[in-house]
């Protein structure tokens, strides 16, 4: 691929230092701004002069005082018609669609060898010069003498009785000058010349709402999304983008998304799951920054900004509702739901969709985990508008900028016709507001009674590549085993399924099961390893220069001994020395931010950087590693990575911060590195496999499927052999391998979708009780420990009790892992204001598969018992207490806790290390 030119915006720039400007001159050689000692707005101008995306007077935000004050300038002052040196060709049609921009990757692109014509603004008229809209030119970098024609999203377009259109295009000095009258700067008026070329076919259309489903993949690390484009909806879509090869019928599309943290620029399936603050000046209305934008401002900043970045918010589904604190650039604070950003970043990914399909999308599929399936699907409905059920119709919400609610307005086949009745609320929540700039929010369904969770998307995506290839055994049962490592979960389910044809479709039976998961084991825990290891080659180098060190100083031990050494001593003692090590570089070259929370902004901001700076060094340099075939070696001072851009350290002399600017002569090797990780890999399958391979039951799965982006690492196929020497396991190496592994959820959402759509297949889906990995305890009144829920057994069949006497005000629970250590500690406060009076027959109508009769008769008086059960449809646990008092029965207030909190859970991002 071409290798674009870095571009830089002038709101891009202001919000550098200038020690960050000065590091941008010296990457893009300007050597203007290396040569002199320039000001900060002197650094500005250098790179905007020569890296400059030259968008400061491109007309994009829609002024219906400016679109006016034009209308009437070019009814009047359009000079002379110039004659281009080469032909300027248009597009033969241009489709416009309402309230959707038109990009460069829509591919309307004019052809001329008019050097003067880039990145200018451009004029839609009629025969009689009457203005109808607003586009401008963007330079294409990967084709020579072609621009792409853009118009913004909130762009006024107007249709005419005169059909004959015609686009005017102007000098550079022409376009700012129009752009001048737009913004109502004073100017004296004058006559322009222009070029103008007829526009033939013109069509303004009204976004349909789409039959098709929207699936997205939301993910710890990386999120995807997609639809399947079936034929009898095709004519709903842009044929433009069909004739292009944009969009393919009866297939899976795509949403693609800009990597502009690369220097290609290119489009890619994935979107990192990170959510920045760009500005939350105005407390009610904060603007957030997602995925690639969030990265690639880190990588200009380093870090070192003010600005609040969130990782992992999937993990935030048991508290979603609680408020985070954060702060833009400026140091302007705010405090907003979790579940605001998590709408926020979800309502991206639908607006970049339908900016791409050209269409609204009402139906989704929003994929989860099968152990919290419920909670996540409830989450999103409580987060983002949902269709009004209580009509049947589907409704849009009109709000106003303060976020009051207007008229409703339903929506149906024909089109959206404004209703006159008033929803009772006043006010709609800011996160639904913000999904399409508090302008029109459509009412969402989501996909509840075909849901698939992600292990069964994976399953099934196999299965219809066994359908496809009619290489299943008609009526045999499989038996399977998916190993799902994402970026911070690593879960195991185990499926038994059949296909069966017959002379209608194919019927297909799932039963799924959740074996056993670690909420702490992802793709970011081998991020960390690698980040480790960089901060004590780095230190090193520092503080010797020129005695480098590798794995062997830094484990010491072999690497072809981690897997007998973990067996005999245990992951803790395997990685004892680095830890240590890794500790005694914080007096150096410190990274627990959280720690300079007493200190100045100036060094908690230092130390904040410096962490943030050594993972996107690490994760860089682990995707490099594993996904560039044949890479065996990195050397840090030659390396051309994006993470290095702008590269500084701040180091401990003394009592003071002080910056590093050299890129470090650091060597690194895929030996070393995969040898830093092996032992975690092999950790995590032997915690899932050990158990199975003793008790021999490894040998009934037809099928080991590995999914998640992580897999892509070759390790845990290793791993897996010490457990199942010679099995098949399904993973392939392709060309697009790390792609499909992320993908194969998505795929099989939307297969899965389109096949129960068309009646291609007949499917029963059960999901057995998961099998939990937690243990729940309490203690007595002399100290001793009883267990109330039992690990390794199914939730449906565990069940306790604990008794105390009435009067205990608070009772704590104790969760233990599969090793038998506590890892958190839960409180039930026994408010007996809470209490009502009940019998065991009322009880028994809605906890009688929990709580049996022989145990509530032997409660005696002034006695209290705490019955703790779990349910199937929730990842975690219910207490409630019923006391005896004056020989009657009272029931207290049922609590729901969740397993899994932020409590206990591992965040590599909370300033600890």
Not at 441 to 462: C, H, I, M, R, S
Request: with cysteine; net charge negative.
């Amino acid at each position: 691929m071409k290798k674009t030119k870095t571009r830089y915006t002038r709101a891009q720039l202001e919000r550098l230092t200038t020690l960050q400007l000065r590091d941008i001159c010296f990457k893009e050689k300007i050597v203007k701004g290396i040569a002199n000692m320039l000001d900060r707005d002197a650094f500005i101008n250098a790179i905007l002069t020569f890296r400059g995306a030259n968008e400061d007077f491109l007309i994009k935000k829609y002024n219906p005082n400016g679109y006016d004050r034009l209308k009437t300038f070019i009814k009047s002052n359009l000079g002379e018609e110039l004659v281009p040196k080469k032909s300027i060709a248009n597009p033969a049609k241009l489709t416009v669609y309402k309230s959707l921009a038109i990009e460069p990757r829509d591919e309307y692109k004019v052809l001329t060898n008019e050097k003067d014509l880039a990145e200018t603004n451009v004029l839609l008229v009629d025969e009689n010069y009457s203005l109808c809209g607003i586009f401008h030119l963007l330079q294409n970098d990967n084709e020579t003498g072609t621009l792409n024609l853009c118009m913004s999203a909130e762009m006024k377009i107007e249709v005419t009785n005169n059909k004959n259109y015609r686009l005017l295009y102007f000098t550079p000095d022409a376009s700012e000058y129009l752009f001048d009258i737009y913004s109502g700067k004073n100017v004296n008026i004058r006559r322009i010349n222009y070029y103008q070329v007829s526009l033939p076919n013109l069509e303004v259309r009204e976004l349909e709402i789409s039959r098709e489903t929207l699936a997205i993949d939301f993910g710890t690390s990386n999120t995807t999304a997609g639809i399947y484009l079936s034929a009898e909806s095709s004519n709903h879509f842009s044929q433009h983008d069909i004739l292009n090869g944009r969009l393919k019928i009866n297939d899976i599309n795509y949403v693609m998304f800009e990597n502009i943290a690369s220097e290609q620029k290119e489009w890619v399936e994935l979107l990192p799951t990170v959510v920045g603050v760009e500005n939350c000046g105005n407390p009610s209305d904060v603007k957030f920054q997602y995925g690639y934008e969030v990265i690639r401002h880190d990588n200009l900043t380093g870090g070192n900004d003010l600005s609040s970045t969130f990782y992992e918010v999937k993990r935030w589904v048991n508290s979603f509702e609680d408020k985070e604190e954060v702060s833009d650039h400026k140091g302007n604070i705010a405090y907003v739901a979790r579940g605001e950003i998590i709408a926020n970043y979800i309502g991206y990914v639908i607006k970049h969709a339908e900016q791409q399909f050209k269409c609204r999308f009402k139906h989704l599929h929003i994929s989860s985990p099968v152990k919290l399936k419920k909670q996540f699907i409830e989450m999103f409905k409580k987060i983002l508008p949902t269709a009004d059920k209580r009509s049947g119709n589907d409704v849009t919400l009109k709000v106003s900028d303060d976020g009051a609610l207007q008229d409703k307005a339903k929506v149906s086949a024909g089109g959206v016709s404004q209703g006159k009745e008033k929803l009772p609320e006043g006010k709609v929540e800011p996160s639904h507001a913000a999904l399409l700039d508090k302008t029109i929010l459509p009412g969402y369904t989501f996909e509840e009674k075909d849901a698939l969770d992600e292990g069964v998307a994976v399953l099934y995506n196999t299965i219809a590549g066994q359908i496809d290839r009619g290489t299943f055994d008609d009526g045999n049962l499989y038996k399977a085993l998916i190993i799902d490592c994402g970026g911070g979960t690593t879960d195991l389910s185990s499926c038994i399924f059949a296909i069966e044809e017959n002379r209608l479709n194919y019927q297909i039976e799932v039963n799924t099961t959740y074996e056993n998961g670690d909420t702490n084991f992802g793709g970011n825990n081998l991020t960390y390893r690698v980040m480790q290891y960089l901060k004590i080659l780095i230190t090193n180098y520092y503080l010797t220069m020129n005695q480098p060190i590798n794995y062997s100083h830094v484990m010491e031990i072999l690497i072809g001994d981690v897997y007998r050494y973990l067996d005999d001593h245990g992951k803790d003692a395997l990685y004892e020395k680095l830890e240590q090590k890794y500790e005694d570089c914080e007096s150096f070259l410190p990274t627990k931010y959280n720690q300079y929370l007493n200190k100045s902004n100036k060094e908690y901001m230092r130390v904040r950087a410096n962490y943030h700076t050594l993972w996107r060094l690490a994760d860089e340099i682990k995707q490099r590693f594993f996904e560039d075939v044949g890479l065996m070696q990195l050397n840090l001072s030659k390396a051309k990575l994006h993470s290095l851009t702008g590269f500084k350290l701040s180091v401990l002399t003394g009592e003071a911060l002080e910056y590093v600017y050299k890129i470090p002569d650091v060597k690194l090797t895929l030996p070393e590195i995969s040898g830093l990780i092996k032992g975690d890999i092999y950790y995590i399958i032997k915690k899932f496999l050990e158990d199975l391979y003793l008790d021999d039951k490894l040998h009934e799965f037809t099928i080991i499927k590995m999914t998640g982006q992580s897999c892509r690492i070759d390790l845990f196929r290793d791993s897996i052999k010490e457990f199942i020497p010679g099995r098949q396991i399904e993973f392939r190496q392709k060309e697009n391998h790390i792609l499909d592994l992320k993908l194969s959820c998505l795929n099989g959402v939307l297969k899965y979708l389109h096949a129960k759509k068309t009646g291609m297949i007949h499917a029963i889906i059960e999901n057995s009780a998961p099998i939990t990995p937690y243990s729940i305890c309490a203690f007595t009144h002399k100290n001793e420990k009883e267990m109330l829920l039992t690990s390794s057994e199914a939730m449906t069949q565990s069940s306790g009790f604990i008794s105390k006497h009435r009067g205990t005000q608070s009772m704590i629970f104790y969760l233990e892992d599969g090793d038998g250590e506590i890892q958190i500690s839960y409180v039930y406060l026994n408010d007996q204001s809470g209490y009502s009076d009940t019998t065991y027959e009322t009880i028994r109508v809605d906890y009688g598969s929990y709580i049996k009769q022989d145990d509530v008769d032997t409660i005696e008086n002034d006695e209290v018992k705490f019955f703790v059960y779990a349910t199937a449809d929730n990842w975690g646990f219910n207490v409630l207490p019923i006391m005896r008092t004056s020989e009657g029965l009272k029931i207290g207030t049922k609590k729901y806790f969740p397993f899994e909190n932020e409590q206990w859970e591992l965040n590599f991002f909370d300033g600890e290390k």
